[in-house]
Every structure is written in structure tokens, then in C-alpha cells.
């Protein structure tokens, strides 16, 4: 990939890079025992989160090895449905766009006992200096391991 340019991923080309599954809590639900909706974040964040540690690229690494970081600046959420205390969720973590300083990144959430998509989470993160005052490239060995992975799905 050339790091002056940005690839658009569309919804056929969509590629799936992680899955995480979570079992609902007491602690993630409202007074009705239905996920509170800003917990879908959280669970994108945390599988997020995961898949960046197994590709060799945590937050930790980021910081302290790279003097970056790749908060969030853009959210959109669809709430499709509600998971219950209990239930089993999944999130696919998909990547959708890719560009020299920032990641356009889905997950898809699953309430795995009704087979139902409860919730659509896009997150657009941009990359910045370690004390979030500028904007910087995203990592050449980032860059080159995302691609690495969409090439084998």
C-alpha cells in the first residue's frame, strides 16, 4: 500500500479480522436487564483492543514504543436489538478503510442465543502524537500487517 493513499474497503469487500464473545452481566444491563446501548462500545473497543494485542500492536506498544495513540473520533451506532443478562454475544471486528493517519474500523454484534444482530458500531480512530496534540502517519509495520491480514481473509 502506498502510505500517501487511502483504500475504501465497500460492504462486499468488507473484511472480517476478529472475533471476541462475551457473556452479558448484571454490570452491562439497564434497570429492564437489557444491555445498556453504550455498552456495545464497549465491547467493540474490548474486542478492538484484543485484536490489536494479537497482531502485536496494544495500546501499551503504541504508546510506549511508538509514542501513539488511535482514540476515537467518530462513532456511529445502530441498536437492532436488545441482549439480555445472560446471553452470549460475539463481536466481528471488520476493517473498512484504511489511510495514512487513520483506521475506519466495524463490529457486528451478535446475541448468539436468538442468532440476531443486535448492534452495528462504526468507529473511525485517528492517529496522534502520544499526548494527542497532532495528527501523525500510522506506523509503516502497522500498516503492513492490517494489509498482511486482509490479504489472507
Same mark, same amino acid.
Request: contains cysteine; proline residues 1%; glycine residues 2%.
Given at each position: ?66 509514542? *501513539?495513540? %488511535?482514540? #476515537? =473520533?467518530?462513532?456511529?451506532? &445502530?441498536?437492532? $436489538?436488545?441482549? /439480555? !443478562? ?34 452495528? *458500531?462504526? %468507529?473511525? #480512530? =485517528?492517529?496522534?502524537?502520544? &499526548?494527542?496534540? $497532532?495528527?501523525? /502517519? !500510522? ?15
Amino acid at each position: 500500500m502506498n502510505m500517501n493513499d487511502s483504500y475504501v474497503y465497500g460492504e462486499s469487500l468488507l473484511k472480517e479480522v476478529y472475533k471476541q464473545r462475551y457473556r452479558i452481566a448484571l454490570s452491562d444491563t439497564d434497570y429492564l436487564r437489557v444491555t445498556y446501548f453504550a455498552n456495545y462500545l464497549k465491547f467493540a473497543e474490548k474486542a478492538w483492543m484484543e485484536f490489536l494485542s494479537n497482531i502485536g500492536f496494544s495500546y501499551a506498544k503504541l504508546i510506549h514504543e511508538y509514542k *501513539i495513540f %488511535i482514540p #476515537a =473520533v467518530e462513532v456511529n451506532e &445502530k441498536i437492532l $436489538s436488545s441482549a /439480555k !443478562i445472560d446471553d452470549v454475544i460475539e463481536v466481528s471486528i471488520f476493517i473498512e478503510e484504511l489511510g495514512r493517519t487513520y483506521i475506519r474500523y466495524n463490529a457486528k454484534i451478535w446475541d448468539l442465543r436468538l442468532n440476531k444482530l443486535v448492534s452495528e *458500531i462504526s %468507529i473511525r #480512530a =485517528v492517529c496522534t502524537d502520544d &499526548k494527542l496534540e $497532532s495528527v501523525k /502517519k !500510522i506506523p509503516k509495520e502497522f500498516i503492513e500487517k492490517i494489509e498482511a491480514i486482509l490479504k489472507e481473509k
